[in-house]
């Protein structure tokens, strides 16, 4: 295992393991900060985006409109790119809406302590949004992974966003079972351990896209990786951004996040 995809391994562990940071915030702070989650998850999205419809896709579309011709190439870049927007819908379909892993919610959300019948269904919400946020890593892991492989820039840019992004994925874990349970350490752990989905995904696209990474496979891939970025931020970033809003500061998060991914890309081409 040559360095490179040591690198990439290591920048999607911590990109998953983040959501530890967000079960902290939720379990030793008394308030929500709901302005720096608004422009964290503004910020994260700005990148996303910039970085899904900038970079990745005409990366991808150089790659296959080497191997197939202009026409084939470009059709076939689209057919990933919309295919990584199914295969992330799909996901987001199958999930229980129980466990929605971008449902906000609040470090307040503890302060009221629940009723003896409130117990059971908190702990299998706080359980389910563990497996959806899981599921939902997986791909984000392959994204992550796949990026830093092809540029190692990139991939740091890109895992950046991951982690400011699974900050409120640790709250939605921790809040609901530190309710149920009272146990901030049991919290701590599941919210934590949820963020493993994320290196799995890594490891799995290792093992099984890398033994067959061509440059039709590389474009192909990194096409979908674009459209899983994309589809993430429109229908899951934002929404979450503007529900944490007060100032329009979800906005401001995205100009920022746009403007600082462009100023990379221009800073380490050169």
């Known amino acids: 295992m040559d360095g490179n ?54 990366k991808a579309k150089d790659a296959l409109v080497a191997e197939l011709g202009a026409t084939n190439g470009y059709w076939m870049t689209l057919v990933g790119f919309f295919g990584g927007m199914l295969f992330i819908g799909l996901i987001d379909r199958l999930l229980p809406s129980l466990g929605n ?14 009723t003896a019948a409130e117990h059971a269904r908190l702990m299998k919400m706080g359980m389910f949004t563990a497996l959806a946020i899981g599921i939902h890593n997986f791909p984000e892991g392959i994204a992550t992974f796949m990026s830093a492989l092809a540029d190692p820039n990139l991939g740091i840019a890109i895992a950046i966003a991951v982690a400011i992004h699974n900050i409120p994925e640790g709250i939605a874990v921790a809040v609901p079972i530190y309710y149920a349970t009272g146990s901030r350490r049991r919290a701590f752990k599941l919210s934590f351990l949820s963020g493993l989905a994320e290196p799995v995904g890594a490891v799995v696209a290792f093992l099984i896209l890398m033994p067959f990474l061509s440059d039709l496979m590389f474009g192909i891939v990194f096409a979908g990786v674009a459209g899983i970025m994309v589809f993430i931020s429109l229908d899951q970033l934002l929404p979450a951004a503007k529900e944490f809003d007060e100032t329009h500061s979800s906005i401001y998060g995205v100009v920022a996040g746009m403007m600082v991914m462009a100023a990379s890309l221009v800073l380490f081409s050169v």
Not at 101 to 114: L, R
């Open 101 to 114: 892993p971008h449902e906000v919610k609040s470090v307040e959300a503890m302060d009221k302590g629940p």
């Open 5 to 58: 995809v040591l690198f990439a391994l290591g920048l999607t562990v911590l990109a998953g393991l983040a959501t530890g940071i967000g079960s902290l915030i939720a379990l030793f702070t008394s308030r929500t900060n709901k302005k720096f989650l608004s422009m964290a998850l503004g910020f994260s999205a700005g990148v996303m985006i910039f970085v899904a419809l900038v970079e990745i896709f005409f």
